[in-house]
């Protein structure tokens, strides 16, 4: 019933930046929280950024101050990277909580690699 779709992952050198877009779709009466995730490889799932309904924003330390979450629209969340570090190499997941059912949406997941 909802459909998250990731963009704009791919290959970067150490210092480079990328701007990963989500855009949800489907039955979606509201959206409580909006952020992503990130797995590097052979690591668990772990918190990036997110960013409520009121606009409150949460980090994880590793990449406070280099990323920057928004959301521009009622259905959206982007995530600027700026200074990536090879640590951040990891596929990125768009994350949704859903208002009233508290329901929570994982997108597919996009790939990003920092390499020289």
């Known amino acids: 019933q909802v459909r998250l779709v990731e963009s704009g992952g791919g290959l970067v050198q150490p210092g480079g930046s990328l701007r990963l877009s989500c855009a949800a779709s489907?039955?979606?009466?509201?959206?409580?929280?909006m952020g992503w995730y990130r797995q590097p490889p052979g690591k668990q799932r772990e918190l990036v950024a997110t960013v409520s309904s009121g606009g409150r924003t949460t980090y994880a330390d590793s990449v406070k101050g280099r990323f920057t979450i928004s959301s521009d629209t009622w259905n959206t969340v982007d995530l600027q990277m700026n200074s990536l570090k090879s640590e951040d190499t990891a596929t990125y997941l768009c994350?949704?909580?859903?208002?009233?059912?508290?329901?929570?949406?994982w997108g597919q997941g996009t790939p990003v690699t920092v390499s020289s």
């Open positions: 994350y949704v909580k859903l208002g009233v059912s508290m329901a929570d949406y």
């Open positions: 489907g039955t979606i009466s509201n959206i409580y929280t």
